[in-house]
């Protein structure tokens, strides 16, 4: 069964300090993944895709495929980084991307 | 570009009750996508239409059911309400042709059901 994994409710760090937000996903296809963040009072919007491979607000998250993970990290933490952060698989169906799983969610929070 | 907008914002109803809930995607994008959100499950997927088409459903009862009009609008509408789906009903929109999608979804800010 697919399925997608973020073992951490919460993950509290301190402003400059690295982060890392795990994410294990159980597929038997190719997966494709994403990461989407809400921000407070915000709505839920992409961060970043693997298949981009980019950097986004000093933002990355390698596809470990052996390890079936896709964990999102950043070197300096800031504190508008607060926010929840949600991991989540394609399923992709005849080419639909709409059907997404996602993770339960990661609150961060970034203190001063 | 007028972000994906969903009505209404909040609603309250009693058990047995109906409930529709209506989506307008942002310009452009044929496709649109249904998610419940609760504390418990999290965001789990309901439906996505494209093309007027349903074309995956979620494991969720008959009595969640959906629909799409030509100009890519969409409701969805819950039957014979119950206690437990009282939650945050998320739309998304994403731009698809019959055989390429970018992948990111654009949400709205979501209907909140409170079943009473």
């Known amino acids: 069964a697919q399925r997608v994994t973020q073992p951490e409710k919460l993950l509290s760090v301190f402003k400059g300090a690295p982060v890392e937000l795990k994410c294990n996903y159980s597929y038997s296809g190719s997966p494709e993944l994403f990461w989407y963040v809400q921000y407070s009072r915000q709505r839920l919007q992409l961060l970043l895709r693997?298949?981009s491979r980019e950097s986004i607000k000093g933002f990355t998250a390698d596809l470990n495929k052996g390890e079936t993970s896709f964990h999102l990290k950043k070197p300096f933490a800031q504190e508008e980084d607060s926010a929840m952060y949600y991991c989540a698989l394609s399923a992709n169906y005849g080419g639909s991307q709409g059907n997404l799983i996602f993770g339960k969610g990661t609150k961060l929070s970034v203190k001063p | 570009k007028a972000g994906v907008t969903q009505t209404p914002r909040y609603l309250i109803k009693t058990r047995g009750q109906q409930v529709t809930l209506s989506c307008s995607p942002i310009s452009g994008h044929r496709s649109v996508s249904w998610y419940q959100q609760t504390p418990g499950q999290g965001l789990q997927f309901l439906f996505e239409y494209f093309s007027e088409t349903q074309r995956n459903k979620g494991n969720f009862p008959g009595r969640f059911s959906g629909r799409q009009f030509s100009n890519s609008r969409s409701e969805m509408n819950v039957s014979t309400l119950e206690l437990g789906d009282s939650a945050l009903y998320l739309c998304?929109?994403?731009?698809?042709?019959?055989?390429?999608?970018?992948?990111?979804?654009?949400f709205g800010e979501g209907s909140r059901l409170t079943v009473l």
């Open positions: 693997h298949i």
């Open positions: 998304a929109s994403s731009f698809r042709t019959s055989g390429y999608n970018t992948g990111e979804l654009f």
